[in-house]
């Protein structure tokens, strides 16, 4: 018998004929003989709705009060749930975030949490129930509801297995589990059966969007073994935990690509101490969310500093970038909207140095050439131009043998090494 | 300056424009000077859609998961009316049944409220904020969501009231208030300006839809003055609180009918004593709620026991009374379900023993004939055809005068009496 958390996406409830579908589910997992404790996202599209309606009141709407409506959208779901579980003649219980001691700090509509207590979902299992709970929503210590911003429900589920020690935390999506590639643009792109935490941190922040960072980060740091798999089939996914001796540690795990950013270009800064500390203060202060960055060679005494960041929060740093050149006396600044970043991934890299320089290679043989650079132990991330982010990741999945089983570390000679 | 609780009902917020136009209102009444609480219902049309969602997954929901699927209904009007509140400009404040400390019973879909700890009212209002509560639920001491049945944000309301000891618990609906018979019947029915307690309960146990029994009782417990009055206009409506000598004191209220109930007569009973007893103890446990109850006199050693029930409750009845009927030896049994009841209501009448007469004779008068009689110290209620309803309570209207303002005990000789 074993204690399992399963956590089921929007689009898994998205009807009610979908939710009596994840009853039987979770109703199969209970009768073979394990203890189950379900975490669910809103129906399909009505958070959409709920900020529909508060736009509609409010342009501007306090975030204490978006947190108050949006935390409805889990709270049908979870009573829907339940009602479907008991209308297959078993026993559930559900609870909101806040019932089940989901404890956040007080950052509206982005809380983190702080603590689970959940001594009521123990109590219910040991009662012989199926346990349901409300993803993406907390409360503060002194009971105010709050919500955990994007990727909340991964997140919850996770905190959820953390704490009542549950063996596993399955998250059901709509896809077969964790690829090398996307499978929408590489056509042989291989599930991987395990991957550790840290390369699906480095996957997860360089696009691959099946698990959200901030969950994976919550699992590493409390040991939770996650099971990513699909809510159409039975087929086992890919299992994400603590690397060991017994994983098969493969040199490239994955490789990723991400169109959401921009590109910010600042020339002729002048080259002083402090002038990056001022310009990337500025950005944060701005809540500018900058990824790489790249600080060309100094050139008679100017120097060019290149960086990237969401486009969402693109109006802010045209705004802050504005400010900073007239401030720094810089010739001028340029964006470029139309990039892409590919990144390799994979634990393998740190003992074979070769696998950087054969991604380049094989970019130029592509006819891609490479914009900014930036690497991780684990990680090497190129921004591109964004029209051959597809053909890139096609090379690289093809030159890396990414398709096969065969490249791992025990199986030396690799096909990286070269230069 | 005043302490004020609104309570403004589904219809009143059936719509974002709607839920702005409360807004207004409360924000009015708050920069006139007063400390001001809204309770509110869900929006509309909510519940029933969430029923709805109910039946698909289970055509039998266990009650805990509805009152967790209920309960989002109100949770999200509030946080649209605190949103709608913050967009003109002044700071309000949600909170649902459980955070304002409703404190219930375990009977979900119908709990009663067993404390009201409203501290956090109380500190907001002292912040100088508006503050808006979920109507129409609580939570268990336990921390279980609970919802209070019908007519529960009515009571959410006045409970409010008696928590915060506000001035006033203002119920705002889609009429002027409460008048002296049903203003759709009769053309010249007369708002009442002030009304007791007791007497606007046994107009709302009789017919007078405008407020739930159930918050009328809360009321008269816990001394809180109501104000009943539209959503549409800013005219004074009815004010209902204990009975002073400063009040007009009416022998007549008003005509009151309600046409949702049936009669079942069981004939030819054995006249013994404990058959009344067994009768209706079985009734009771089958969840029957007994209006009227007329035994006929006794002829040769049987007799006829006439009651009324509300439809609702007519599958349960009929069910219990063939049972009884058999067990009994009575001859046999009928449904009678287009009836009316015709009530008078007025505190005069304890010291005007001639009101029944002039009923029964103003009914004859009309043509009407009565079926069952039943009174209290301030109604008369007689059981007519459900054909001759409207008929009989305009010419009980009319006899009585209740459409002038002069009816009044000090404006003796009165126009009742007679015989």
């Known amino acids: ?76 779901t979870i009573a829907l749930l339940a009602m479907a579980i008991h209308a297959l003649g078993h026993e559930a219980i559900s609870f909101t975030g806040a019932q089940v001691g989901i404890v956040t700090d007080a950052g509206h509509t982005k809380a983190r949490i702080q603590e689970v207590r959940a001594d009521c979902v123990k109590d219910a299992l040991a009662e012989g129930r199926i346990v349901i709970v409300a993803g993406f929503q907390g409360s503060t210590p002194e009971g105010q509801i709050t919500t955990l911003g994007r990727g909340g429900s991964d997140t919850t589920a996770v905190a959820i297995a953390a704490g009542i020690s549950a063996d596993v935390c399955e998250i059901y999506t709509d896809v077969d589990g ?33 698990l959200q960072l901030r969950s994976v980060e919550f699992g590493r740091n409390h040991g939770v073994v996650m099971h990513v798999r699909s809510s159409f089939n039975d087929l086992p996914g890919t299992i994400v935990k603590e690397a060991d001796a017994s994983m098969e540690q493969a040199i490239i795990s994955g490789v990723t690509h991400d169109t959401s950013e921009a590109k910010i270009t600042i020339r002729d800064v002048p080259d002083q101490p402090g002038v990056a500390s001022q310009v990337f203060s500025a950005l944060a202060e701005a809540n500018c969310n900058v990824d790489m960055i790249v600080q060309n060679v100094s050139e008679e005494g100017s120097t060019d500093i290149s960086f990237t960041i969401p486009k969402e929060d693109l109006v802010r740093a045209k705004r802050t970038v504005e400010t900073m050149v007239a401030h720094l006396g810089a010739r001028t600044w340029s964006v470029d909207e139309s990039i ?62 990414l398709a096969e089983h065969e490249v791992y570390v025990e199986t030396a000679p690799t096909t990286g090494g070269g230069n």
Do not use: W
Request: aromatic share 2%; charged share 20%.
């Open 178 to 210: 964790v690829f090398t590639a996307d499978p929408r643009v590489v056509a042989d792109a291989r599930k991987i059966d395990v991957i550790s935490y840290e390369e699906m941190l480095e996957m997860a922040a360089t696009g691959a969007r099946v």
């Open 340 to 401: 892409a970043k590919v990144s390799l991934v994979g634990a393998g890299m740190k003992t074979h140095p070769g696998v950087a320089a054969q991604m380049f290679t094989a970019l130029a043989e592509a006819g891609v050439n490479i914009d900014m650079i930036s690497t991780s132990s684990i990680r090497v991330s190129c921004v591109i131009s964004g029209e051959q982010a597809e053909q890139a990741v096609r090379a690289l999945h093809e030159t890396f043998g």
């Open 1 to 76: 018998m074993a204690l399992i958390v399963q956590k089921f996406g929007g689009t898994s409830v998205g009807t009610t004929e979908r939710i009596r579908a994840v009853a039987e589910r979770i109703v199969a997992t209970h009768i073979a003989g394990n203890e189950c404790v379900a975490v669910v996202s809103a129906m399909g599209d009505v958070t959409d709705e709920l900020l529909l309606l508060a736009r509609a009141v409010n342009p501007a709407p306090p975030e204490r009060e978006m947190d108050m409506l949006l935390a409805t959208g889990e709270q049908v």
